[in-house]
């Protein structure tokens, strides 16, 4: 580190940070989930300000809506693997760091093997259910976890499981609840999720550093449109902490199946009898599987269908990409199918005499 030393100069200057801090934040290790509005200043920020190693973790591609608001992508990476994108502008950031990436959605059969070389657990992403996920491995992992959210032009940011403060789950008992809105369907400001990703990268630094006063315990509430910040303060809840670290340790010692499958693999299970197969894609799209196994259900429809299928049938599902049909699979998983795969990538990767 000490040959690039320069880059880090002001910082160092600080007496609280120094080289001693310096090189804490180049040995750190940091998992980002979520590589959109709140992941892309997130790591731009751990990767300028040295931290040592970066893991990012989105199975999305990049799309020109998320550009007036994701700033490592450009219209060229339109279609990219965001996690490829992302690790690609970090390295031209600060070539010091090192970039693991991990280009899937973070889910129960992951979540414990991706984390578990990771101190800090960042959370970037939109859904409720990821939280959880994120919160609860990270119980049981002894790993703090950086929340944060976006909704309009609000956002919230918290620390959760550091130093055995308060849970995720404390501040937000889990019920069946619909999913919250997320910014495909309401709209966001541009700017307010590289706000809140910075607060969260500035968390971020002072844990690694043991600097200041770490926000655990408290919900820090930003309103963007009166440039008002309110704080909120919550307890350490030990029932939701003791069903948090359950979860925890189920993740981690659960042996799951894995559901993804390559193109060889698949196309042996479509000529399987056996095996259902489901086209997730719209009429129009191609290439087309010949295959009298292969039954079209729109993954906009597949949640009306489910039911129609036996738990423990045999069932592969695919769609151009393997973005949908990875949604599709977390929807048949929690539904209790045994079962089931999808084809990782897509069927935009195969091109053979069957299609």
Known sequence: MMEHSKRYTRQMALPEIGSLGQQKLLNAKVLVIGAGGLGCPVLQMLAASGVGTLGIVDGDVV?????????LYTTN???????????????????????????????????????KDYEILVDCTDTIATRYLINDIGIHLGKPM?????????????????????????????????????????????????????????EILKIILGIGKVLSG????????????????????EEQIRIGTKKGIELESSKKQNHEIGKEAFLDLCSNENYTIIDLREAHETPKLK????????????EK????????????????????????????LENGFINIAHLQKGIQNIQLEVI
């Open 218 to 237: 408290k919900l820090l509430i930003y309103n963007a449109l009166n440039l008002s910040f309110n704080e909120l303060e919550f307890s350490r809840n």
């Open 77 to 115: 990476d339109c279609g990219k693997n965001k996690v490829d994108v992302a690790a690609n502008a970090i390295q031209k950031i600060n070539s010091d760091v090192k970039v693991n990436v991990y280009p899937e959605f973070i889910s129960e059969s992951n979540i414990a093997i991706i984390s």
């Open 305 to 332: 269908h489910i039911n129609k299928f036996n738990k423990d049938q045999p069932i592969v599902l695919f769609c151009q990409s393997g973005i949908r049909s990875k949604k599709a699979l977390d929807l048949f």
């Open 146 to 202: 950086i929340y944060a959210s976006i909704h309009k032009f609000e956002g919230q940011i918290s620390v959760f499981n550091y130093q055995s403060g308060p849970s995720y789950r404390c501040l937000f008992p889990e019920k069946n609840t619909q999913e919250v809105p997320n910014c495909v369907t309401t709209g966001v400001l541009g700017v307010l999720p590289n706000t809140l990703g910075m607060l969260q990268a500035t």
């Open 63 to 71: 799309d020109e809506t998320n550009l007036h608001r994701q700033l």
């Open 291 to 302: 295959n009298e196994s292969v039954i079209n259900i729109s993954f906009f429809e597949i």
